[in-house]
């Protein structure tokens, strides 16, 4: 079935840098732009950054901008966020999530079950 | 890039309609028609409900609907059932990002 799969979450230090992932499944992932959302505890959704079909644009809140990067590999179905000098108010549950579309739309039909990024001394 | 605004709660009884409103500005929801809804229950990741302003997804009861007048887009959900007490987020395409607003209360009394 269709889904996605996150990974590399935990607790890194002030300044410290973390690499999360995202396998995909279920859907020819070459296909659609993928987005990263985040939600702090207790927090509303806050959108993070989204990646063209074939990787080339991608656009950032900013929030993060210049500290993250989002990437993907089509060939192993995976998409990443590369996340330097973390911040405490970076810690939140990461989500992926699948534009509804193959032209991207902004809207986002298929999420995993989140990953929670930790920043803290 | 400010958050749209929706309000913090509303409510309503069973059978009743309620309707959720999410404002922005020209640059975001009044510009594009890339407006959604997510349902968002306690500990679960968020649930497309309406995409493209008004738009259902297969398999999302035709109780919710999605409308804009602006710059302000609104969520309506008649007939109101237990289980449609969640946290509700509009969200937007604005160019180069996207917007999500702060997310609405949705309880059912």
Redesign the interface.
């Known amino acids: 079935q269709v889904q996605l799969v996150e990974s590399g979450g935990g607790v890194v230090q002030p300044g410290g840098s973390l690499r999360l992932s995202c396998a995909a499944s279920g859907f020819t992932f070459s296909s659609y732009g993928m ?1 990263w ?1 985040r939600q702090a505890p207790g927090k ?4 993070v950054a ?1 990646i063209r079909y074939d990787g080339s644009n991608k ?5 993060v901008k210049g500290r993250f990067t989002i990437s993907r590999d089509n060939s192993k179905n995976t998409l990443y966020l590369q996340m330097n000098s973390l911040r405490a108010e970076d810690t939140a549950v990461y ?1 992926c999530a699948k534009d ?1 579309k193959t032209v991207a ?5 298929i ?4 990953t929670m990024v930790t920043v803290s001394s | 890039q400010s958050a749209l605004t929706q309000p913090r709660s509303v409510s309503g009884s069973p059978g009743q309609s309620v309707t959720i409103s999410c404002t922005g500005t020209s640059s975001d929801v009044g510009g594009y028609n890339y407006v959604s809804w997510y349902q968002q229950h306690p500990g679960k990741a968020p649930k497309l409900m309406i995409y493209d302003v008004s738009k259902r997804p297969s398999g999302v009861p035709d109780r919710f609907s999605g409308s804009k007048s602006g710059n302000t887009a609104s969520l309506t959900i008649s007939g109101l059932q237990a289980e449609d007490e969640a946290d509700y987020y509009c969200c937007s395409y604005a160019g180069s990002y996207t917007l999500f607003g702060g997310g609405t209360k949705l309880t059912v009394l």
Request: charged share 15%; aromatic share 30%.
């Open positions: 987005h959302v509303g959704l806050e959108w989204f656009y950032y809140a900013d929030s989500y509804l739309v902004h809207a986002f039909d999420w995993g079950q989140g």
